[in-house]
């Protein structure tokens, strides 16, 4: 089994939210062990990836690709009915509508991370493009350069974006990451520098879609800035102290959508991806450690925007 760490994960380390009980953790990837009576369509020795969400596939909700809100789902590693994804085992409710089957086998490290990367940051991303209406031809700009922001330029790249402007960090090696993958421009300052920035590169019109990919106030109040006229923000980051201008937002017909993403949606067409691969989401992870380890020295920083992660 292979599991990894999310921005989420942080709150509970850090004394932010209770854990009430169970493991932390919610993206894993593994091999099936054990299964219940009620369980089809999985066998033992199957090599599965969860979303990070568990949901029954059946539901009005999850026929309508929201699986997040099925009405029999629920998270992992939250301190609810899902077990946390951080452990050697991990039982998985509703396993028949939520794990997908992984062909194959032998698979590289990096195809492994990949496969990882698509139990959230990558659905994640993507999920913040396609409710942001990405189209061919737009220009996109994308909120945050952590993980899911990254993820998100993936996935603007994916939908045929022309020009892709990131508002992130100071961080060089994510920079990198952006361009490899679609970014065609970066911005390093923030709030109303960002947005002054942004403006100039696009005539002063702002941005075709919005993907807003971190969750905070400065956050939000930035991508609702550099959305242009009919534009929709797609948001994916938790929001924390959010306030939407409703008359603002009103007078240039901008949107909003977005929410949980539903990772078990995308996530057959995104794993046909990376076994061809065409994507390598991967590539996202800049540490590798196992559970017995001594602590290493986190890689993220407490600014923000910068967090590895949205969710
Ligand atoms: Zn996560
Ligand atoms: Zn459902």
Same mark, same amino acid.
């Given at each position: 089994?292979?599991?990894?760490?999310?921005?989420?994960?942080?709150?509970?380390?850090?004394?932010?939210?209770?854990?009430?009980?169970?493991?932390?953790?919610?993206?894993?990837?593994?091999?099936?062990?054990?299964?219940?009576?009620?369980?089809?369509?999985?066998?033992?020795?199957?090599?599965?990836?969860?979303?990070?969400?568990f949901?029954?596939?059946?539901?009005?909700?999850?026929?309508?690709?929201?699986?997040?809100?099925?009405?029999?789902?629920g998270?992992?590693?939250?301190?609810?009915d899902g077990?946390?994804?951080?452990?050697?085992?991990?039982r998985v409710p509703q396993a028949?509508?939520?794990?997908?089957?992984?062909?194959?086998?032998?698979?590289?490290?990096?195809?492994?991370?990949?496969?990882?990367?698509?139990?959230?940051?990558?659905?994640?991303?993507?999920? #913040? !493009?396609?409710? $942001?209406? +990405?189209?061919?031809?737009?220009?996109?700009?994308? &909120?945050?350069?952590? %993980?899911? *922001?990254?993820?998100?330029?993936?996935?603007?790249?994916?939908?045929?974006?022309?020009?892709?402007?990131?508002?992130?960090?100071?961080?060089?090696?994510?920079?990198?990451?952006?361009?490899?993958?679609?970014?065609?421009?970066?911005?390093?300052?923030?709030?109303?520098?960002?947005?002054?920035?942004?403006?100039?590169?696009?005539?002063?019109?702002?941005?075709?879609?919005?993907?807003?990919?971190?969750?905070?106030?400065?956050?939000?109040?930035?991508?609702?800035?550099? #959305? !242009?006229?009919? $534009?929709? +923000?797609?948001?994916?980051?938790?929001?924390?102290? &959010?306030?939407?201008? %409703?008359? *603002?937002?009103?007078?240039?017909?901008?949107?909003?959508?977005?929410?949980?993403?539903?990772?078990?949606?995308?996530?057959?067409?995104?794993?046909?991806?990376?076994?061809?691969?065409?994507?390598?989401?991967?590539?996202?992870?800049?540490?590798?450690?196992?559970?017995?380890?001594?602590?290493?020295?986190?890689?993220?920083?407490?600014?923000?925007?910068?967090?590895?992660?949205?969710?």
């Amino acid at each position: 089994m292979l599991a990894c760490v999310c921005g989420s994960d942080l709150w509970f380390y850090r004394g932010i939210s209770d854990l009430p009980h169970g493991g932390v953790g919610h993206e894993f990837i593994g091999v099936v062990d054990e299964i219940g009576t009620d369980v089809s369509g999985l066998q033992v020795g199957d090599f599965v990836i969860s979303p990070f969400s568990f949901s029954d596939g059946t539901c009005r909700n999850c026929q309508h690709g929201f699986h997040t809100a099925c009405v029999h789902g629920g998270f992992f590693g939250q301190g609810g009915d899902g077990d946390g994804g951080q452990a050697e085992y991990v039982r998985v409710p509703q396993a028949s509508g939520t794990l997908v089957k992984v062909p194959g086998s032998d698979f590289t490290d990096e195809t492994m991370a990949s496969l990882l990367a698509l139990t959230d940051v990558m659905a994640t991303g993507y999920h #913040a !493009a396609v409710s $942001a209406d +990405v189209q061919a031809g737009m220009t996109v700009a994308v &909120v945050g350069d952590g %993980a899911v *922001g990254l993820s998100g330029v993936l996935a603007s790249k994916l939908l045929g974006a022309d020009r892709i402007i990131v508002l992130g960090s100071t961080h060089e090696d994510r920079h990198n990451l952006a361009r490899e993958w679609g970014a065609t421009d970066i911005i390093q300052v923030r709030g109303d520098e960002a947005v002054e920035q942004l403006k100039k590169l696009t005539d002063g019109f702002g941005a075709d879609a919005v993907l807003e990919c971190v969750g905070t106030k400065d956050a939000a109040e930035t991508a609702f800035a550099i #959305a !242009a006229a009919g $534009a929709i +923000v797609g948001r994916v980051g938790v929001p924390h102290d &959010v306030e939407l201008d %409703a008359q *603002g937002t009103f007078y240039r017909n901008v949107g909003m959508r977005g929410g949980p993403a539903p990772a078990r949606h995308y996530q057959p067409e995104l794993l046909k991806q990376v076994l061809d691969g065409s994507i390598n989401p991967g590539k996202v992870f800049d540490l590798t450690t196992d559970l017995t380890s001594p602590r290493p020295t986190p890689p993220w920083t407490n600014d923000g925007r910068s967090r590895p992660s949205s969710r």
